[in-house]
């Protein structure tokens, strides 16, 4: 069988529409025919599967979220529906699948894998960048430069009116989007779930901080610490004194135009995964490091915990 599908899962990313091209394009290079799955493992499970041809992916190349959709299937966690969706792929005589996705995607696939010999590889896709075994998630450089225009616009308000502003990042349980954020950022204090803080140390500093001709603040909080972004602006009203504004930047951080390197990444992921499951790399994800590009295995990447890269914590607990 000479057929490859593609599917999109979880949160969407700006990186996925030129996943999508290159997949296309790439696949025919290689005599594969090329098929969507549309609206991720709903779509695998509802048949929506459609083949797909260079006209399908022309000019959407700068574009973000994902031209086929996604979503969070509970029901692929579910025998039953697993074996419809692989009826559906036998149909069309599909048995290798590329799944742009995150952990929780790669499970389910371990799953059909184990019990129906569907060949894939995952390409890892999430802003989160909270993924073991790997150091890049397609889609984080484009969140962080989203994030790094937001942070450079409200310095301009806060500066001229001397305010504390609490911005505050996407990352579920990880703190990487707000940390580089931050360091990137210049911001003033930067709060994240991985390290426990206690406000009242910042409190001397900040005051020195003001008197010495300090206006204004930005913290930079990730949405998975303890407290509400709410409680940090309080903070800085009741007891650093300075007038406080929050803003919380949600979903325009999954949004925007690809940048260069999420497309680059995007090009070098899809073809790396190509290559593998061409080359009998069945059940494995394309992770990246320094090392460069390597395939791991499911178990390695989906069953432990990510750890924030040490160096940038290191940098924190200097702030
Ligand atoms: O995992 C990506 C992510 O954007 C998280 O950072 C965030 O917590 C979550 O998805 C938001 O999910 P939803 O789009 O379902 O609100």
Not at 32 to 39: A, E, I, K, R
Not at 170 to 178: Q, V
Not at 190 to 219: H, M, N, T, V, W
Request: aromatic fraction near 10%; charge should be negative; proline fraction near 2%.
């Amino acid at each position: 069988m000479k057929n490859i599908a593609i599917l999109c899962s979880g949160g969407d990313v700006s990186g996925m529409n030129p996943a999508l091209k290159h997949f296309v394009e790439y696949s025919l290079q290689n005599g594969l025919t090329p098929y969507f799955v549309y609206d991720g493992f709903e779509g695998l499970i509802d048949n929506k599967i459609y083949k797909a041809a260079h006209q399908h992916v022309a000019g959407i190349i700068n574009r973000g979220g994902t031209i086929i959709g996604s979503a969070r299937s509970k029901r692929f966690m579910e025998r039953e529906f697993r074996e419809i969706a692989k009826n559906n792929l036998d149909a069309l005589r599909i048995n290798m699948l590329l799944v742009l996705g995150g952990d929780g995607s790669f499970r389910g696939m371990e799953l059909f894998y184990k019990e129906h010999g569907i060949r894939f590889c995952g390409i890892p896709s999430t802003i989160d960048n909270d993924i073991n075994g790997t150091q890049y998630c397609l889609g984080v450089d484009t969140a962080l430069n989203v994030i790094k225009d937001s942070i450079d616009n409200i310095r301009d308000t806060a500066a001229s009116f001397s305010r504390a502003f609490v911005i505050e990042t996407m990352g579920r349980n990880c703190g990487y989007l707000a940390l580089v954020s931050a360091l990137c950022s210049g911001a003033e204090l930067c709060l994240i779930p991985e390290i426990e803080y206690d406000l009242k140390e910042y409190e001397e500093s900040f005051k020195e901080q003001i008197r010495s001709g300090r206006k204004y603040f930005i913290a930079v909080v990730s949405e998975g610490i303890k407290e509400e972004s709410s409680e940090i602006a309080k903070w800085f009203e009741q007891k650093i004194g300075l007038e406080s504004r929050v803003t919380i930047l949600g979903h325009t951080q999954r949004g925007g135009n690809p940048t260069i390197y999420d497309r680059l990444m995007a090009y070098k992921f899809v073809t790396h995964a190509i290559d593998g499951l061409l080359d009998d790399k069945n059940e494995s994800v394309i992770c990246y490091s320094k090392k460069g590009f390597e395939y791991k295995s499911i178990d390695e990447v989906a069953n432990k915990k990510y750890e924030l890269d040490s160096e940038l914590l290191g940098y924190l607990k200097r702030f």
